[in-house]
C-alpha cells in the first residue's frame, strides 16, 4: 500500500494531455517489440501513447482489421461507437471513423457528441438486432475502463452486444500487427463527414422502468447520490434524475482529462475504480449524506456501492446481496434460470444459490462468458468479483450483454427502497446465516515462464492433500459451469480455496483467496497456495 494511498492527487501526479495527445500521433509503433504490439486483453487493447502502445498506427490497423473481420462474418448493419473521458479516447475515435467511412461502413455516434458508456453502447446493438432489421449491428467502445489516466482503449463488441471472445479478437489483433508491419498500406482512410447519430442516453434511460422498479425507489423518497468519478456515466444521472423524479444528486459532475480531483489509488496511481476504498475516498466522505451513495468507472462498466451504515461494499458482498435480493423479487425470470458467476468470486454466492435452489453457473474470469446466457435468458445474473454484473429485464429478457455499472448502482437503490434495509445491512443478515468470508486478492512475483507454465497448468499437477489444514478437496483446471480453460488452477476445501491467474501485464500471478474460518486462516490459505503454485509450476 502506497504511503500516499486516498489522499488527493497533487499537481506532480497528474499526466500532460498535450503531450499524451502529441505523442499518440507522432510515436509509431513497432510491431516485433512485444511490448509495441496490438493485444487484446480480458476487454480489448489498452496501453498509453508515451510507451508506444496505443498510438494512432494501432487505432488505424485494429479498426481496418474489425472492418475486414466483420465482413468476414457477414456483418452488414451499422457500427456503433462510443468513447469514455480517458483523454486518448477522442483521437482514437476520430482516427476509428476515418477509418470506418474510408471502408464504407454505416456508423452511428452520439447524437448529443456525448461520452458514451459501456453498457448504452451494448444496449444499443442489442435494441437495433431485437428490431428484425435485415442486417446485424455491432459496435466499438473506446474505452481503457478504469486504468489510469495516461492509458486508452479499445473494444470490439460484435452483435451479441458483448464482449469478443478469443477467437475473434485473436484475429483482430493479429491482423492488426501485420497491417502496421505492412507499413499500413491495407487502410482506407475517409473524411469522417458521412455518419449518422442515435441518441443512446435517451433510449437506455427510458428504457430502464423495464429493468429496475423505478416506481419504488421514487415512492420511498430514498436519497441517492452519484459520483461518475469523471467517467462516462456523468450526464446519464442528470437524465435518469429528471425522468423518473428521483432525489438524486450528482456529487461530482466534473470531467477532467488528468482527473486531478480523484484520490490516489491503493499503489499511489490515479484510478477510477469504485471498488477500491481509496480511489473512493473523497466519495465515503459524503457516505452520511445519503441512504445510497454509488460511483462508476470512466465507462460506468464498474459500480461501487456505499452506505452509511458500512461505507463501500466489498463488491463480492454486494453480488450476493443482489442476486439473493433479484431471485426473490423477479416472477417474471425463468424457473430455471441459473446464477453466473466467475470462479474467483465469492463462495457466498454459491451457498445463497443453494439456498434459493437455483443452479450455479460457474465460468472463467471475463464477462464474455456470460453472454449465451443472458441473450437466452438461462442466466438471469452473471456477476465478476471485480465489481461487474449484468442481468435480465423483468420478464426475463436480455439488458446489456456486458457489464452495467450504472444498473448496478440503481439496483442497490431498489433494494434499499422495497426492503427498507440497506444492501449492507442485508449482507449482515446473510453472514449472520451462512458465516462470514474472509476474501482477499494478491500477488506473487513470477517470471514470464513461470507465468506460462501457471496458464497450461493442470488441476492433476497439484499433489498437495492439505491446505491450511482441511483436506484438498478439489483441484480444477476448467471451469464448472461451462468446461472452459481458466488459464490458472482453483484449488478448494470445505471451508476455504484460492485460484491463480497469470497477470497479462506484470511478472507477477495473482491468488484469489477466501475462507469461511476467517481473517487469520485465510493468511494461511495465502501463504500455503503460493507455495503449493511455486512447487507446481517450477
Known sequence: MNARAGTPAQKSDLIDVEALIRAYYDLKPDVSVPAQRVVFGTSGHRGSSLNTAFNENHILATTQAIVEYRAGQGIT????????????????????????????????VDEFDDFVPTPALSHAILAYNRAGHDDQADGIVVTPSHNPPMDGGFKYNPPHGGPADSDATSWIANRANEII???????????PSAVETYDFRGHYVDDLENI?????????????????????????????????????????????????????????KIRMDPSSPSAMASVLARKDEFDILTGNDADADRHGIVTPDAGLMNPNHFLAVAIDYLYSH??????????GKTLVSSTMIDRVAGFLGRELWEVPVGFK??????????????????????FVRFDGTVWT???????????????????????SVRYAELAEHFGAPAYERIDAVATPAQKTALGKLDGAAITATELAGDKIIGALSNAP???AAI????????????????????????????SFKGPEHLKQVQIEAKAIVDAAIS
Do not use: C
Request: cysteine-free; hydrophobic content about 45%; glycine content about 12%.
Open 487 to 514: 488459464g490458472g488452477v482453483k484449488v478448494f476445501t470445505e471451508y476455504a480455496w484460492f485460484a491463480a491467474r497469470p497477470s497479462g501485464t506484470e511478472d507477477v500471478y495473482k491468488i484469489y483467496a477466501e
Open 212 to 268: 429496475i422498479d423505478m416506481k419504488a425507489i421514487k415512492a420511498s423518497g430514498i436519497r441517492i447520490g452519484a459520483d461518475p468519478l469523471g467517467g462516462a456515466s456523468v450526464n446519464y444521472w442528470g437524465a435518469i434524475r429528471d425522468r423518473y423524479e428521483l432525489d438524486l444528486t450528482v456529487v461530482n459532475p466534473l470531467v477532467d482529462p488528468t482527473w486531478a480531483f480523484m484520490t490516489l489509488d491503493w499503489d499511489g
Open 330 to 339: 423477479r416472477d417474471g425470470w425463468r424457473a430455471d434460470a441459473a446464477i
Open 481 to 483: 459451469g461451462n468446461g
Open 77 to 108: 448493419g451499422p457500427l456503433f461507437i462510443g468513447a469514455d473521458t480517458h483523454a486518448l479516447s477522442q483521437p482514437a475515435t476520430t482516427t476509428a471513423l476515418e477509418v470506418l467511412v474510408g471502408n464504407g461502413v454505416r456508423v452511428l
Open 181 to 191: 508491419a505492412d507499413e499500413m498500406r491495407a487502410v482506407r482512410m475517409a473524411e
Open 401 to 423: 450483454t456486458d457489464k452495467d455499472g450504472i444498473l448496478l448502482a440503481l439496483l442497490a437503490a431498489e433494494i434499499a427502497a422495497v426492503t427498507g434495509k440497506s444492501p
Open 369 to 390: 462468458w456470460f453472454v449465451p446466457g443472458l441473450i437466452d435468458g438461462s442466466v438471469a445474473f452473471g456477476g465478476e468479483e471485480s465489481a461487474g454484473a449484468s
